[in-house]
């Protein structure tokens, strides 16, 4: 079986080319719904060597053949281990030539897996780079006057991160990595130095104060995950990952002298659990219940960095569409066994962003100083509970005539957790990107899901999947 397909991108070659070979590229270019994680990227595209997790332990090894390498227009990678033999006998040539007004890129891919399966990966592939290219061209306008070098483009910053073994973490490192910055990673265990990765040791409750030596811009992910039943112990976890490791952050983004923005998590929770038809922009009041309660802390413990005169951003997120982590692989799971549905009468509001997305902004919090402050990081348009189960049933291909009544969420997440994330009704708007013209890539919930699950199809391709 082979494949080969070409595509057009308004972009110089060059600049293609230097894009894969940044650290991240192989990550931003994997696809969610595809079961190999990467776990190592190659140093070099003349002859090095790219790992792949499997599912049970097993790997996938990639070598780049030197004799398929020509700098700047053609590098070339071989299987050369891989626990099934039909993906053993894989060569994928990548080559990149000049067009008028950009450049052509193709792809031509021998093996034994089927052309079928090829023809959804490699869709993927092709719209993430070039929506990435696209992204980047934009943050060259969105960059502030201190973001940029003397030639007035934007200058390499190095960038500190927590909660980097998550699915948004790993997402915006591989991001910030091809858009040309360095990124630290926070740890909270020992660092390995063998990883490749740039890590330093954070201790969340007495982080050292060496930590941010020669860090521009902190962003902070990490906190305990909110999936889950809503017990006492949880909550405490909850609570207690968010406000005391963040207060201390602040404090050090506070004293530093290089550390200018602060970008920290937070959650459309903030506005509280159920706020019917009501518009929540980025000024909204906040609302009650246990999320409320821990977001208001949240945003509260960057207060010392902000006394300090550093830019700080709350990222407020939604539910976010992510093919690999969060919401999105159990809703795929339950419509793919037939027990997809709306709940109740699917008229609950249901505020999300694509992963894309989430990153595109924490990108420009990094580096555009008009955004301070909260920030509403949801797509444009919410809809209500029963278009989200008609438009992921049709991308799945599967049923969704059942009705599940609130027992089921409740089932799951006790009736505390199902009342503040499952059956949370929030109609959020990003209002302050929307007034800085910010540009959504899946501003329709069609769009995320089918670039999630694998629905789209090949950019202008040219070729054949025999």
């Known amino acids: 079986m082979s494949l080969t397909t070409s595509h057009f991108v308004p972009f110089d ?28 990227q190659a140093e070099r595209l003349s002859d090095g060597t790219t790992v792949f997790s499997l599912p049970a332990g097993l790997k996938w090894v990639a070598r780049h053949d030197l004799s398929g390498y020509r700098r700047g227009h053609r590098f070339t990678d071989v299987c050369v281990s891989a626990p099934l033999r039909s993906l053993s006998n894989w060569r994928h040539v990548h080559t990149f030539a ?48 201190e973001f940029r070098d003397a030639e007035g483009g934007p200058r390499s910053l190095t960038i500190a991160v927590t909660g980097t073994g998550g699915t948004v973490g790993r997402a915006l490192c591989a991001q910030l990595g091809t858009a040309g910055h360095t990124v630290i990673r926070l740890r909270r265990g020992p660092v390995r130095r063998d990883s490749g990765d740039k890590a330093r040791t954070w201790n969340p409750v007495d982080p050292d104060p060496s930590l941010l030596d020669g860090v521009d811009v902190l962003v902070h992910l990490a906190g305990e995950p909110l999936l889950g039943r809503f017990t006492e112990s949880h909550k405490r976890a ?37 706020r019917g038809d009501e518009l929540l922009t980025d000024t909204s009041a906040a609302g009650d219940g246990f999320l409320a309660e821990v977001c208001r802390d949240w945003e509260r413990a960057c207060q010392s960095a902000t006394d300090a005169g550093k830019r700080v951003v709350t990222i407020r997120t939604g539910i976010v569409l992510a093919g690999t982590g969060g919401v999105l692989p159990l809703l795929k799971m339950l419509f793919s066994a037939g027990l997809g549905g ?99 890539r899946h501003p329709t919930i069609g769009d995320a899901l089918a670039h999630e699950l694998g629905g789209e199809d090949l950019l202008g391709s040219r070729g054949s999947a025999p």
């Open 98 to 145: 000049d067009a008028p007004g950009g450049t052509v890129i193709t792809d031509e891919v021998s093996t034994r897996v089927p052309g079928s399966t090829l023809t959804g990966l490699f869709a993927y592939r092709q719209h993430q780079l070039f929506e990435d290219l696209k992204f980047l061209r934009r943050m060259s306008v969105y960059t502030s006057p």
């Open 342 to 440: 709306k709940f109740g009468d699917g008229s609950i509001w249901f505020s999300w962003i694509s992963l894309d997305d989430l990153t595109d902004i924490y990108c420009r919090a990094v580096v555009d100083t008009a955004l301070t402050g909260p920030v509403n990081a949801t797509a444009p348009h919410p809809v209500r509970n029963a278009e989200m189960t008609q438009k992921l049933a049709r991308e799945l291909n599967r049923p969704a005539f059942l009705q599940i009544p609130a027992l089921g969420p409740k089932l799951l997440l006790g009736s505390e957790g199902a009342e503040q994330i499952a059956l949370a009704n929030q109609r959020v708007i990003p209002t302050v990107l929307e007034s800085l013209g910010h540009t959504f």
């Open 13 to 40: 070659r060059e600049d293609v080319w230097d894009w894969h070979t940044r650290n991240g590229a192989v990550v931003r270019l994997s696809p969610p719904f595809a079961p190999m994680t990467p776990v190592k």
């Open 238 to 274: 909850i609570r207690d990952s968010r406000t005391a490791p963040t207060r201390y952050l602040a404090e050090l983004v506070a004293a530093s002298p290089t550390c200018h923005t602060m970008v920290s998590a937070s959650a459309i929770g903030f506005y509280g659990h159920d």
